[in-house]
Every structure is written in structure tokens, then in C-alpha cells.
């Protein structure tokens, strides 16, 4: 079946840092990848998507980059901010219409 | 559109009693998920429709576990009796055509069984 493994946390960073969570995934046919994030008490939010290889998507500063050849989808950010503190799940899309979320990823910005 | 809508926000109740989750999806979507988050397990997929017709009930975790989907527009997820390792986060999510742009959650029902 479908997998993801994502870079285990928590991880705290200092203000203005560069971010990388790592995301790895197994998956039948073509999925689409997206990066979702959970701010605390609340539901996820889509945070950006990739349909096809060596797609690249984005959102508010954060990138990731659709890696067919090492079925990769990591997510980066050049500078972090206290306000981006929150929950991270890699989750790819296959053809069965159902996301495999990965276990999360939590995200610590001090000032 | 006001999104993914659910109801109670916070529900608690007694051990054994039955419990009634809602949901109001995305006008328009054709899939809904019913989802569980503890610190425990993470994000549980319980069970998810297409068009109201149930297609994968393989997540929900016993026979006190049910959901319905009676018209586009509404589903529920019940539990009875309720266990208080039921406590929970249960979230409803839409999305259309495959999900291939991708799930829209709502804010969820946090359930506490004492």
C-alpha cells in the first residue's frame, strides 16, 4: 500500500532560519503531492500541491519541489517565522482519490 | 463559500452513552473522508464516501463505529457506545474529483468520553 515517511520531529528553529522537512512516499500509479499545515486547536490546511514531476509549488514563501526519480516532495522555507509554528503533513494523492498522511512534522519558531 | 462545516465543536460525554458527529461539506465536492487524530496514532483515515456511497470502511475501528452520508450535503459519524478511548479529534474532510486538488478539513469535533 501507500506510505509516507516524514523527517521526524519536533523541530525548533530560531527566527529568519531556512527550514527543510524532509518527505519520502511510495505510491501506485501517479500521485499528486501536497504539503498540508495545522495550526494549533484547528483543521488542516492545504498548503501547497504538485501534480507532476519536477513540478515546483508554493505558498506564503514555502516551496517544494515534486522529485519523481527519488519520490521526494520536501518542503522548504528560506526564513521562518514565529506565525509559521505549526503541525506539517506530507500527503500524496493517488488515482483511489485517497491521501496517505504522513505522521506530521512539528514545527518550533522562537524569536 | 463558508467551507467544511462540522458540528458539535467540543462534545463531551459519559462512557456508554451514544454520540452523533455532523458534517456539511463543500457544495459541489463529491468525497467526503471522516478522520480521527490522537497524539497516539496520528491522522486515521475511518471511513470516506463518493457521490454518498461508502467505498472504504476499513478504517473504522469496531461496530460501535457507523457513518452515513444521506444526501450531498450532510453525513454523520456515530458512536455508540462511546469508550473513553474514543476521546478524540474527529475531523470531516471534502474534496472533488479524486482529491486530486486536494482535501479541504473542517475544524473539527474534539470528543472527550469520561
Known sequence: ????????????????????INCTYTATGYPSLFWYVQY?????????KATK?????????FEATYRK?????????????????????CAPNTNAGKSTFGDGTTLTVKP | DAGVIQSPRHEVTEMGQEVTLRC?????????????????????LLIYFNNNVPIDDSGMPEDRFSAKMPNASFSTLKIQPSEPRDSAVYFCASS?????????????TRLTVV
Open chain 1, 40 to 48: 494549533p486547536g484547528e483543521g488542516l490546511q492545504l498548503l501547497l
Open chain 2, 96 to 108: 472533488l474529483g479524486r482529491g486530486r486538488g486536494g482535501y479541504t478539513f473542517g475544524s473539527g
Open chain 1, 53 to 61: 514531476a519536477d513540478d515546483k509549488g508554493s505558498n506564503k514563501g
Open chain 2, 24 to 44: 456539511k461539506p463543500i457544495s459541489g465536492h463529491d468525497y467526503l473522508f471522516w478522520y480521527r487524530q490522537t497524539m497516539m496514532r496520528g491522522l486515521e
Open chain 1, 1 to 20: 500500500g501507500d506510505s509516507v515517511t516524514q523527517m521526524e520531529g519536533p523541530v525548533t528553529l530560531s527566527e529568519e532560519a531556512f527550514l527543510t
Open chain 1, 69 to 89: 526519480e527519488t519520490t521526494s516532495f520536501h518542503l522548504e522555507k528560506g526564513s521562518v517565522q514565529v506565525s509559521d509554528s505549526a503541525v506539517y503533513f
